[in-house]
């Protein structure tokens, strides 16, 4: 199995530019996560999807952050413009929620996107 | 609002020591609690997974425990290594309205000396 599958690996922009971040769950998994992480903040969830649902967004800062996932396998976080506050490790993560339904399953991370907005 | 805290933050011990990460929330109504591993500029790599109706569960030198009504989970690492060495976080998923949501906690880093 491949894994949780980000790109890029690191990004350095200047500040207004457009970032778009990419990410491939696990084969079969119907739950996607994608998280933000900073030394000061640690882990913050931004927003997760269901067989491709947004379900819940509340962590998603501003309008400049926006989610995609135009299928089962591939998902994005844009964010439009950059400003040098939204440097972080961005990490997506998949999970199964199993014939129990709902999210009770174990969490996949990926290698995370490292950013960093000049 | 679920809070997930882990003491202490950092922990140093010598290689061959058997020691205990912990970590406490507040809301007992979790679904499961994970713990993870994390190294420098890695992702999180998922260790051990509880579910709420569960006590504990083992997998190599790794065990964790589940204690609801305490509001407490531990790690526990046997015979530690040196490659041990690493950030361990726990997280708890609880519901929050119609969803169901993962609070990590800040984590403890552990060093494990040769």
């Known amino acids: 199995d491949a894994g949780v599958i980000q790109s890029p690996r690191h990004e350095v922009t200047e500040m207004g530019q457009e970032v778009t971040l990419r990410c491939k769950p696990i084969?079969?998994?119907?739950?996607l996560f994608w998280y933000r992480q900073t030394m000061m903040r640690g882990l913050e969830l931004l927003i997760y999807?269901?067989?491709?649902?947004?379900?819940?967004d509340s962590g998603m800062p501003e309008d400049r952050f926006s989610a995609k996932m135009p299928n089962a396998s591939f998902s994005t976080l844009k964010i439009q413009p950059s400003e040098p506050r939204d440097s972080a490790v961005y990490f997506c993560?998949?999970?199964?929620?199993?014939?129990?339904?709902?999210?009770?399953?174990?969490?996949?991370f990926g290698e995370g996107s490292r950013l960093t907005v000049l | 609002k679920q809070e997930v805290t882990q003491i202490p933050a950092a922990l140093s011990v010598p290689e061959g020591e058997n020691l205990v990460l912990n970590c406490s929330f507040t809301?007992?109504?979790?679904?499961?609690l994970q713990w993870f591993r994390q190294d420098p500029g890695k992702g999180l790599t998922s260790l051990l997974l509880?579910?709420?109706?569960?006590r504990e569960q083992t997998s190599g030198r790794l065990n964790a425990s589940l204690d609801k009504s305490s509001g407490r989970s531990t790690l526990y690492i046997a015979a530690s290594q040196p490659g041990d060495s690493a950030t361990y976080l726990c997280?708890?998923?609880?519901?929050?309205?119609?969803?169901?949501?993962?609070?990590f906690g800040s984590g403890t880093q552990l060093t494990v000396l040769p």
């Open positions: 993560a998949s999970s199964f929620s199993g014939l129990a339904g709902g999210h009770t399953g174990e969490l996949f």
């Open positions: 084969s079969g998994h119907d739950y």
């Open positions: 999807f269901n067989n491709n649902v947004p379900i819940d």
């Open positions: 809301d007992s109504a979790i679904y499961n």
């Open positions: 509880i579910q709420s109706s569960q």
């Open positions: 997280a708890g998923l609880i519901s929050s309205g119609s969803a169901r949501q993962l609070t």
